[in-house]
C-alpha cells in the first residue's frame, strides 16, 4: 500500500502596513489551513515554490472560484458555508503533494496572502515591514519563466533578482553537443550567487521532434558549467508553432565565463 506523503509546516507571519504574508515553510506534517474572506472582489492568494496541479471537486466549485496560475492559487469565495474542504495539491516538478483545508470565513482579517517558502530558507524582516530570502535556482527559474510567459499581473516579483548583460553573441548552438538545436540567448538575470540564462531553442529538423527530457538536457552539460539545465517544454516539434521553447541554464556567474569550448 502507499502511504500518502504528509507535511509538517512552520509558520512565520510578518505584516506590514499595507500588506500581510503568511509564510509556510514547507517539510513533513500537517494540512495548510487556507482561510478564504467572503468579500466581493477579494481573492486569497497562494504562492507556492513550484507550479503545481490542483484537483478540486464540482461541491467545492459551487463554493469557492479557483484559477491556477502558474506557481500561483486564486481562491474567491462565492457562497457561504460552514465545511471545509481538503484539497491536494501536486508539484510539478518536485512532485511534492500540498495538503489544503480550505473554508470560508467573514472574517475579513484573513484576507493576507499565504506563501509557501522551501524548507530551509531564510525568511527575515527588514526595516520597513518587508522581507528577504535567500535566492534559491528554484525562484530564479520560476522567476524569469512567469517573465517570459505570464501575464504582468501574475508575476510574483523576486527581491534582489536583477537584470544583466548577456554578453554572448547572437547565435551559441556551440554549446550543445550535436546539430539538432538552434540556440540564441534571450535575457539573463542574477539573484545572489545565481546566474539564469534564458536560451532560445529552435528543432532544426522538419521531420523528427526533439526531446527536452533529461537525456536531451543532458547534451549541455559537457560544454557548460552549469548547476542546471531545465526547459520550459517538455519537446520540440517540427511545426512553426511547436518547434521552439526556452531552456534555462543556471550557473555560478555569467554564462559566458562558464562555457568550456572555444567561441
Request: contains cysteine.
Amino acid at each position: 500500500m502507499c502511504r500518502r506523503p504528509m507535511m509538517f509546516f512552520l509558520l512565520l507571519i510578518f505584516s506590514t502596513p499595507s500588506s500581510s504574508t503568511l509564510f509556510v515553510e514547507g517539510g513533513e506534517g500537517s494540512d495548510i489551513v487556507v482561510k478564504v474572506p467572503f468579500a466581493k472582489n477579494t481573492d486569497k492568494k497562494v504562492v507556492f515554490d513550484e507550479p503545481v496541479a490542483l484537483g478540486v471537486t464540482s461541491s467545492f466549485q459551487k463554493v469557492i472560484r479557483t484559477q491556477n496560475i502558474g506557481n500561483t492559487l486564486y481562491l474567491t469565495a462565492i457562497n457561504k458555508t460552514d465545511r471545509r474542504f481538503r484539497l491536494v495539491a501536486k508539484g510539478r516538478e518536485s512532485k511534492k503533494t500540498y495538503v489544503l483545508l480550505v473554508y470560508v470565513t467573514d472574517d475579513q482579517g484573513d484576507a493576507e496572502d499565504i506563501r509557501i517558502i522551501p524548507q530551509g530558507a531564510k525568511v527575515s524582516v527588514q526595516g520597513g515591514g518587508g522581507f528577504s530570502e535567500e535566492i534559491t535556482p528554484i525562484h530564479l527559474t520560476r522567476f524569469v519563466s512567469q517573465n517570459l510567459y505570464a501575464p504582468d499581473y501574475a508575476i510574483e516579483p523576486l527581491l534582489g533578482a536583477r537584470r544583466t548583460v548577456l554578453s554572448l553573441p547572437e547565435r551559441i548552438d556551440f554549446i550543445h553537443e550535436g546539430d539538432g538545436l538552434e540556440v540564441s540567448p534571450l535575457v539573463a538575470y542574477e539573484g545572489g550567487k545565481w546566474t539564469l540564462t534564458a536560451l532560445k531553442v529552435v528543432n532544426k529538423s522538419s521531420i523528427t521532434n526533439y526531446s527536452l527530457d533529461k537525456k536531451g538536457l543532458m547534451k549541455f552539460y559537457p560544454r557548460l558549467n552549469a548547476y542546471g539545465v531545465v526547459a520550459q517544454h517538455k519537446y520540440l516539434g517540427v511545426d512553426k508553432n511547436d518547434n521552439h521553447s526556452v531552456v534555462y541554464v543556471i550557473t555560478e556567474g555569467p554564462l559566458a565565463e562558464n562555457i568550456k569550448v572555444g567561441w
